[in-house]
């Protein structure tokens, strides 16, 4: 954690449930408490409305998981951020490691995204995070770095802006990456982002994720620099969502 910092636990929903699953899972996290942080659900696109009405009056964030650079126009099957802001969304999760493989996003695609989550006043949470094959050359801290560069407006931190490191090969797998290699990670992107960003870097939110789950949430969140959580499979189980809420 960073001090005076106020932890962010965000459950990415990715391309789960039914109209009657994500209700149930939205009531269960709306009906829990979490003193001790900010909570974040990020359903698909066609459930937002559903889940924004689960959440009325509810201290849980809804959040979306991409959105388009363009505000509107030609652009089939895609969604805008005025969009999202329209439905009640207030975050957007964007550079996801499952869209810059399943849809190439590039560093340049992401920050044309964030720039249009900015313009509809949604808080952006940035993904950056290396391969497997980039953390056995040594190379995670720069390919980070280099990412972060390249993915992050310059109106990010003075929008309260979150980054959320996500090593690839983590996501989905069970596998985490020793707490020293988190604590360094999350260092070096802090260190990124004072860099960039002045005075202001030194409060903006770095989210650990992949392969949270209540039983090592306690130890992550602890880490210096671990301002938050994204959590993927684990936050399809409210109660699961909920303990690892606790665990901030
Ligand atoms: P996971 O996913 O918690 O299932 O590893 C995290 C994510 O992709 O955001």
Redesign the pocket.
Known sequence: MTPGVRPLIAG?WKMHGTLASVRELAEGVAAGTAPGADLLVCPAFVHLSPVAAALQGKAVALGAQDCHANPKGAHTGDVSAPMLADLGASFVILG?S?RRADHGETDAEVRAKAEAGLASKLTPVVCVGESEAQRLAGEAEEVVAGQLTGSLPDGFAAAGGVVAY?PVW????GRTPTEEDIAAMHARIRAELEKRFGQAGSTLRILY????KPGNAKAILALPHVDGA?????SLVAADFLAIAAAA
């Open positions: 990415n996801h499952e996500e983590a996501i989905g797998t994720g992949g392969s949270v994204l959590v993927g499979g684990a």
